[in-house]
């Protein structure tokens, strides 16, 4: 059974009952919330706000408290399932798992809310998973992807692995086997930038064919030239991203997210030359 919710998905509507919820919590206030990374970001970045006004301040915090009361309709739909699991004596013998398809981001980097950038905040998402022989709290530090829920499910239903499916089987994890998974330590993260061919209305700071996605105060989510594709290495002794543009700047961003996990730091400028070869042999490496 596969359940996908459009919660907390635009346009944040919770149902009636929920309405008065969380009415004193505001977004939280990361230490890259509200500030412009200025030349350390690319070009889209930087036509964000210094100080990110009241009004769009409000309206972050707004999004985030109606985001958090559409979730508990969410939460009902997954009491239910578990529920009724259990009434059926099924739920001993069911994995479950719960995740999502992006992360998002309120008002960090002054970008208001949306889910298109190279940080940590856009790009990770959660994954819980519940079964038989599934140890209770423990977080698997292998780096697992989007791509590794369908061989592990078809694992776990004991059906063969096709030879060209994407991604890997993290199911000896969830069973506790003492087969080896293989030795990721990195890969790769894409954006195609996006760009409307209209004008934007009370816009003319930008052309069409330029940014996308402008809902509040001009304030743009994406663009043409927000194309990038990332090598994202994560070991026990890395913990990096490392990101070039499809651009007229040939620009580059690069944070070490163990010694900067707000990734404030653009380190991209400094990667010696040895390092960047490196870079594009992950990149470009045959299967």
């Not at 949306?114 to 022989?133: H, I, T």
Request: charged letters at 25%.
């Amino acid at each position: 059974m596969f359940l996908s919710p459009p919660s907390p998905h635009a346009p944040f509507t919770p149902f009636s009952r929920f309405k008065s919820k969380f009415s004193n919590l505001s977004a939280p206030r990361t230490p890259n919330f509200g500030m412009n990374g200025g030349m350390r970001k690319h070009w889209l970045l930087r036509q964000t706000p210094k100080i990110l006004p009241p009004s769009v301040i409000e309206s972050i915090d707004d999004v985030f408290r109606n985001r958090w009361r559409t979730l508990l309709s969410v939460d009902e739909m997954v009491y239910e399932v578990y529920v009724n699991l259990k009434k059926r004596k099924l739920l001993e013998n069911t994995y479950i798992f719960f995740t999502s398809d992006n992360g998002f981001h309120l008002g960090q980097f002054s970008l208001p809310w949306d889910k298109r950038q190279l940080y940590e905040f856009d790009v990770r998402v959660p994954l819980l998973v519940r079964g038989p022989a599934v140890e209770k709290g423990v977080e698997i530090k292998h780096p697992v992807l989007n791509i590794d829920l369908a061989p592990t499910f078809l694992e776990l239903a004991n059906i063969s692995i096709p030879a060209d499916v994407d991604g890997e089987s993290f199911a000896p994890y969830l069973k506790k086997s003492k087969e080896k998974l293989s030795n990721r330590t990195s890969f790769i993260i894409e954006h195609q930038g996006e760009s409307t061919n209209e004008p934007i209305p009370g816009c003319p700071q930008y052309m069409a064919g330029e940014v996308h996605t402008c809902e509040i105060d001009c304030i743009c989510e994406d663009s043409w030239n927000n194309t990038y594709t990332c090598v994202r290495q994560l070991s026990d002794k890395e913990n990096l991203i490392s990101c070039t543009f499809k651009d007229r700047e040939d620009f580059g961003e690069a944070y070490n997210i163990t010694e900067d996990p707000f990734q404030l730091k653009n380190v991209f400028p400094s990667l010696n030359a040895d390092f960047s070869v490196h870079l594009r042999k992950l990149l470009y490496k045959s299967p």
